[in-house]
Nanobody, 122 residues
């Protein structure tokens, strides 16, 4: 099992920036893939950006050039730097992690954090 704790959400004006963090608290298992997903009101949860232990990333076209995921393997922590934020980025952002040596960059595991709200005003 793994416990994922997100932080860094908030309210920002369009064009602004936010940085999200997600720390993984676990026992025994390594974590290969970690990432961010988001869910806006009335919409399905969608992939934002994911990253492997080795640094390979996958991201949604909607955030290309604006969001950057990074990872501190020693701390089992990932970050999401979000720049040039748009009102359509408003959502609850969830951290996700695949335990063990496998995992997928394009779909989530059952392990979720509690989510952090990001609101972008126009």
């Amino acid at each position: 099992q793994v416990r994922l704790v997100e932080s860094g959400g908030g309210l920002v004006q369009a064009g602004g920036s936010l940085r999200l963090s997600c720390a993984a608290f676990k026992t025994l298992f390594s974590i290969n893939v970690m990432g961010w997903y988001r869910q806006a009101p009335g919409k399905q949860r969608e992939l934002v950006e994911t990253i492997t232990y080795g640094g390979t990333t996958n991201y949604a076209d909607s955030v290309k050039g604006r969001f950057t995921i990074s990872r501190d393997n020693a701390e089992d922590t990932i970050y999401l730097q979000m720049n040039s934020l748009k009102p359509e980025d408003t959502a609850v952002y969830f951290c996700n992690a695949w335990l063990g040596n496998s995992g997928h960059l394009d779909r989530p595991s059952p392990s979720w954090g509690q989510g952090t709200q990001v609101t972008v005003s126009s």
